[in-house]
C-alpha cells in the first residue's frame, strides 16, 4: 500500500515500535486484529435466529421443497488514529553516550504508551456490562463473590453459564487479582485434586494453586488470558493511582482468531487494522537553540464486538 503522508517513515523506528510490546498486554489476544483494506470498512452482522428455526422439511412425492434464506445485515465502521509525539533536542542527540539513542528510547515510550492505550480500551469494552445482553451478565456482590471463599461456587456459577449458551466459549479472561484468588478457591482446588486425598467440593487442604493450563481443562476452555498491565487513573497532575487495567471482572468469550470481515465465522469480537504500526522522525526547527527532532508513533485500528451473545460477563468478581 503506497501512501504519501509529510510525516516521513523510518523503518529502523518502526522496527523498535512493532518490538517494544510489554508482555502483560493481552489486548491482542483478547480482540486479535484483522486487516481492513482501507480507513473505512464494511462487516457483516448475520441473523442468529435464521440457524435455530427449523422449517418444514419433509417433501411430498410431487411437492416442492421449501425455500430458506440466509440473510445478513452490512454494517458500515472505520478505523481511528491513535499515537503521540515526542520531540527530541538536537542537542540531546549530538551529546547523548555511546550506546544511547534517544530517537529510539523516545520510540520505545511513545509505542509502550500507545500500546497501554489499547489494552485500556479493549479492558473497558470486554468489562462494560451495556456490551452484553442482559442474559449474559451478572454482577456479583457480598458471599456469591468468589473471594468468598465459604458461600461461593465459582465453579458451578461458569458451567451453569455455559450452559445456557447457544455458543459455548473457548477462552475466559479476567484481571490478576481475579486469578490470584480463582486459582486458590477450595471449590476449584479440590476439584483438581486427587480424589485419594479425601478432598471434598468445600475442603481441600492438599490442593494446590491451580495453574492456568489445569484451570483451562477444569472449565472446559481453549485458554485462560489474565490481564496484569497496570494505568494510572490520575488526571495529569494529581497524585498518582495505579490501578489494574482489568478490574476485578471475568470475561467468558468465544474467541476465533481466523475471523474476518467478511467471512462467516462468528467471533465475539475483533480489531480492524488499517496498514501497519508506524514510527518516525521529522524536523522540528522551532524548538530548543538547535532545533530538534520530533518523533511519532502509532496505528489506525478499531476495536469491534460483533456477536455479544457468545459473551458472558461476571463484574466485581471478587471484592
Same mark, same amino acid.
Given at each position: 500500500?503506497?501512501?504519501?503522508?509529510?510525516?516521513?517513515?523510518?523503518?529502523?523506528?518502526?522496527?523498535?515500535?512493532?518490538?517494544?510490546?510489554?508482555?502483560?498486554?493481552?489486548?491482542?489476544?483478547?480482540?486479535? %486484529?484483522?486487516?481492513?483494506?482501507?480507513?473505512?470498512?464494511?462487516?457483516?452482522?448475520?441473523?442468529?435466529?435464521?440457524?435455530?428455526?427449523?422449517?418444514?422439511?419433509?417433501? =411430498?412425492?410431487?411437492?416442492?421443497?421449501?425455500?430458506?434464506?440466509?440473510?445478513?445485515?452490512?454494517?458500515?465502521?472505520?478505523?481511528?488514529?491513535?499515537?503521540?509525539?515526542?520531540?527530541?533536542?538536537? &542537542?540531546?542527540?549530538?551529546?547523548?553516550?555511546?550506546?544511547?539513542?534517544?530517537?529510539? %528510547?523516545?520510540?520505545?515510550?511513545?509505542?509502550?504508551?500507545?500500546?497501554?492505550?489499547?489494552?485500556?480500551?479493549?479492558?473497558?469494552?470486554?468489562?462494560?456490562? *451495556?456490551?452484553?445482553?442482559?442474559?449474559?451478565? *451478572?454482577?456479583?456482590?457480598?458471599?456469591?463473590?468468589?473471594?468468598?471463599?465459604?458461600?461461593?461456587?465459582?465453579?458451578?456459577?461458569?458451567?451453569? *453459564?455455559?450452559?445456557?449458551?447457544?455458543?459455548?466459549?473457548?477462552?475466559?479472561?479476567?484481571?490478576?487479582?481475579?486469578?490470584?484468588?480463582?486459582?486458590?478457591h477450595p471449590r476449584i482446588t479440590a476439584a483438581l485434586a486427587p480424589s485419594a486425598n479425601g478432598n471434598s467440593g468445600t475442603s481441600n487442604a492438599a490442593g494446590r494453586p491451580a495453574t492456568t493450563m489445569a484451570l483451562a &481443562?477444569?472449565?472446559?476452555?481453549?485458554?485462560?488470558?489474565?490481564?496484569?498491565?497496570?494505568?494510572?487513573?490520575?488526571?495529569? =497532575?494529581?497524585?498518582?493511582?495505579?490501578?489494574?487495567?482489568?478490574?476485578?471482572?471475568?470475561?467468558?468469550?468465544?474467541?476465533?482468531?481466523?475471523?474476518?470481515? %467478511? =467471512?462467516?465465522?462468528?467471533?465475539?469480537?475483533?480489531?480492524?487494522?488499517?496498514?501497519?504500526?508506524?514510527?518516525?522522525?521529522?524536523?522540528?526547527?522551532?524548538?530548543?537553540?538547535?532545533?530538534?527532532?520530533?518523533? %511519532? *508513533?502509532?496505528?489506525?485500528?478499531?476495536?469491534?464486538?460483533?456477536?455479544?451473545?457468545? =459473551?458472558?460477563?461476571?463484574?466485581?468478581?471478587?471484592?
Amino acid at each position: 500500500m503506497s501512501m504519501n503522508f509529510p510525516f516521513p517513515v523510518q523503518q529502523q523506528l518502526t522496527a523498535i515500535a512493532l518490538a517494544y510490546r510489554n508482555e502483560r498486554y493481552v489486548a491482542d489476544e483478547v480482540l486479535p %486484529r484483522t486487516p481492513v483494506p482501507a480507513r473505512e470498512f464494511k462487516w457483516q452482522q448475520f441473523n442468529r435466529d435464521e440457524l435455530f428455526t427449523v422449517p418444514e422439511t419433509q417433501v =411430498g412425492r410431487k411437492g416442492e421443497p421449501n425455500e430458506v434464506q440466509f440473510s445478513g445485515t452490512e454494517q458500515a465502521s472505520f478505523v481511528n488514529d491513535f499515537g503521540l509525539d515526542d520531540v527530541v533536542p538536537n &542537542e540531546d542527540i549530538a551529546t547523548a553516550p555511546p550506546g544511547y539513542d534517544p530517537l529510539g %528510547r523516545a520510540t520505545e515510550g511513545i509505542a509502550e504508551l500507545v500500546a497501554l492505550d489499547r489494552e485500556r480500551r479493549v479492558a473497558n469494552l470486554v468489562t462494560a456490562l *451495556a456490551t452484553y445482553p442482559v442474559a449474559n451478565r *451478572a454482577t456479583l456482590s457480598g458471599t456469591s463473590q468468589w473471594s468468598d471463599f465459604t458461600n461461593s461456587d465459582p465453579y458451578t456459577a461458569i458451567m451453569t *453459564a455455559f450452559d445456557g449458551m447457544l455458543m459455548r466459549p473457548n477462552v475466559l479472561v479476567m484481571g490478576r487479582r481475579v486469578y490470584s484468588r480463582l486459582r486458590v478457591h477450595p471449590r476449584i482446588t479440590a476439584a483438581l485434586a486427587p480424589s485419594a486425598n479425601g478432598n471434598s467440593g468445600t475442603s481441600n487442604a492438599a490442593g494446590r494453586p491451580a495453574t492456568t493450563m489445569a484451570l483451562a &481443562e477444569l472449565l472446559e476452555v481453549d485458554r485462560i488470558i489474565v490481564g496484569e498491565s497496570w494505568v494510572n487513573t490520575a488526571k495529569p =497532575g494529581q497524585t498518582a493511582s495505579i490501578q489494574r487495567v482489568w478490574g476485578n471482572h471475568v470475561a467468558a468469550l468465544h474467541i476465533n482468531p481466523a475471523a474476518s470481515i %467478511r =467471512g462467516n465465522a462468528i467471533t465475539f469480537g475483533f480489531t480492524a487494522e488499517w496498514g501497519s504500526r508506524v514510527a518516525g522522525s521529522m524536523p522540528e526547527p522551532k524548538n530548543g537553540l538547535r532545533g530538534a527532532q520530533r518523533v %511519532r *508513533a502509532g496505528e489506525s485500528v478499531r476495536e469491534l464486538v460483533v456477536a455479544s451473545d457468545v =459473551g458472558f460477563l461476571w463484574r466485581d468478581a471478587v471484592a
